[in-house]
């Protein structure tokens, strides 16, 4: 009794009824009724029109080729971190081979649904329980593989598994949840401090930058003054220079003008000595200091050095005319000083 009981959820899944032998019988489509003719299998009828032999052939058993869907009981599992789950999950089966389904296993689908169960609890104890919802897909496509395994002597075909549900233990789930919000606040400070540094760091490129272009505006606008204001500046000591030493030349070239000279130059002379020691002690004086007449005479005969060649050649391609009447300059000098005295 405890067996027909057992066996009647799956006759009534598994077959719609079995049919009586009238000798000609129609089969529905995607249905399979497997014959035994005395006890013995004769032959599986297909779709359609069939005849059988009255009293000696029998309809043992009826398949359905459709697709099945088995609701796998909720069971308990646990993981690789010693954590107990309750998970539960839905098959997709169908028959390939209706001989195999009737003559392999007593109850197909008993035995395909313990074959998930267990199959199920071995693959989650491999796992941890992050990777238990992090690989879903992968469980599902591992339970897969071992049924088609062990259910291919049985003709069924798994062709798919999906975990409905996965019941956390109470506690597990409040670290679970606690674990989550840690790790929220964690990315939402370091998301704060990356703004942060960001923001320091474009306002200090900014500053920077516009340092840069301050100081090379500055720098730029003194080029140009100083450019403008020195090139005046040389442009008008040069043409000061120029008519300076055109009006020495003029006055040189005059009559008297190597005394007027040496005049220049004696009072240059006794002007910076009257400097002396003013601005500092140590004082370096030359050996002849009251010899201003010598010191005269050096600067001059210096003088007429350096204009004696320019002077050579003037009267070579100019003769003069005449003889220069005025007297030499040293003679000049020694009236002057005489009297001075």
């Known amino acids: 009794l405890k067996r027909a009981a057992r066996l009647a959820p799956a006759l ?7 049919p009586m032998n009238i000798g000609v019988l129609f089969v529905p489509q995607q249905e399979a009724w497997v014959v035994e003719r005395m006890g013995k299998f004769h032959r599986i009828l297909e779709p359609g029109l069939n005849f059988l032999i009255p009293l000696l052939d029998r309809i043992r058993y009826v398949q359905s080729l459709k697709e099945i869907v088995i609701n796998v009981p909720e069971q308990s599992a646990v993981t690789l971190d010693n954590v107990t789950l309750q998970i539960d999950g839905v098959l997709y089966l169908r028959v390939m081979d209706p001989y195999k389904a009737s003559y392999g296993v007593e109850d197909p689908e008993y035995a395909v649904t313990q074959l998930a169960q267990t199959t199920m609890r071995s693959e989650l ?7 238990v919802f992090r690989e879903r ?8 593989d071992a049924i088609n395994q062990a259910s291919d002597c049985w003709g069924i075909r798994c062709l798919r598994y999906e975990i409905k549900d996965i019941h956390v233990p109470p506690r597990v789930k409040e670290s679970m949840q606690m674990q989550v919000e840690a790790e929220r606040r ?13 923001s320091a760091i474009n306002v200090a490129e900014g500053q920077k930058q516009a340092q840069i272009l301050a100081s090379e505006a500055q720098k730029a606008e003194q080029i140009n003054k100083a450019a403008g204001r020195e090139a005046n500046a040389m442009l008008v000591k040069a043409r000061a220079k120029a008519e300076a030493i055109q009006l020495l030349a003029a006055a040189l070239a005059q009559q008297h003008g190597n005394a007027a000279a040496s005049l220049s130059v004696a009072e240059q002379y006794v002007n910076a000595f009257s400097k002396i020691a003013k601005d500092s002690n140590t004082v370096l004086l030359p050996a002849n200091t009251g010899d201003v007449t010598n010191m005269v005479a050096q600067a001059l005969g210096i003088y007429t050095t350096l204009t004696k060649p320019q002077a050579v050649k003037t009267q070579d391609e100019n003769p003069p005319a005449h003889e220069d009447s005025h007297p030499p300059a040293t003679e000049v000098l020694k009236a002057e000083q005489g009297s001075s005295s």
């Open 12 to 18: 009534c899944r598994w077959n719609s009824g079995l």
């Open 125 to 131: 104890g491999k796992l941890s329980l992050d990777r």
């Open 137 to 144: 897909e992968s469980l599902n496509a591992s339970i897969v």
């Open 186 to 198: 964690k990315r939402a400070t370091v998301l704060e401090s990356e703004g942060t540094r960001e």
